[in-house]
């Protein structure tokens, strides 16, 4: 095989590359880059500058293999082109790069070797012609080499981007891991907080009855018992004392009373706190709307994170606010296009 007949496969390479070279510029302008480099740094082989390299097709075209291996690499590369394959794209213009290597350094070393043999002989001017074809050689082999480091390069930077993307990816998934598993320990603490509160709710909802079946008792005492000095009658110092003990377990039982109530009304808070944190990530899935769903999440956290209804001093937000009312209607808006 000659060295002017592997101009046939480059012929069909373009061919190939002209077919695609506008969408593989757009998909993926690394295999496009890299392969146009090939493609011309073997027009440039193949050109007059370099025409020497053909006197030297005896000495380095002799492996079948090799030749044969070069047209396979043609024929892979020509049909993953019109398949714009880019990771394919690269692989089979390395291999075709690296064809060329070879050719040139074979060039090269048998450039060197004759021109030492030619000198041995006194021939001069021949062997100061080996020696150029052998420094114009390897500035060919340089080029290659560039060409080899610039594909190189371009891997490592789309690796690298892709390593990037990945460990991005991997944030924001620990970020979402993250909030799940704070906004459990959340939804965990507003349902520990709600038995709490209910829990001694009830407790104070005892000591009222308590108190009041105390005070029913102490009524009756006062009007049919017996005087404490007087047995037979009551004095009015008796119905004084009576009086006050009375007052005083009344007033514990509206105490308690109202204890019973700010306590019920707390553990209901948490209670729905905690199905809202339940059900809310289910609420805003079918909103693709990110201005809503921030407004959501922030309205969302004002309610979670602001005030307890023991608070009288910040209401925070609340259903009822126009803010929630507007987030709703775009909300639902949202969901009825989503819909369609």
Known sequence: MKLSEFSTGLESLNEAYREVTDQLRMEDSEANAGFRDVLLIWWEALSPDYEFLSTYEESVLQDKKSIDDHENTVEQLGNVLRQRDSKNIELWSAYLLDTLQKYVDKVAQTARDKAARVEGTGEKSEASKMRDDHRRTLLLATRIEQADLSQRLRAAVKEARAAAKEAQGAAESAKIAAGVASGAELTKRFKALSKQQLRTATQFRWLTAVCVLAGIVGTYWIAFGAGVSHPAETTTGDAIIRVSLL?????????????????????????????????????????????????????????????SPDSKDDSGVTLGSSFISELLAAVGKSGANAAK
Request: hydrophobic fraction near 40%; charge should be negative; glycine fraction near 14%.
């Open 247 to 307: 007052g005083a377990v009344l007033g514990l039982a509206t105490y308690f009373g109202r204890q019973a109530g700010y306590h019920r009304d707390l553990g209901t808070w948490a209670k729905t706190i905690e199905e809202q944190l339940l059900t809310f990530d289910g609420y805003m899935e079918p909103v693709h709307d990110e201005t809503i769903r921030d407004g959501m999440r922030a309205a969302f956290a004002a309610r979670v994170f602001g005030s």
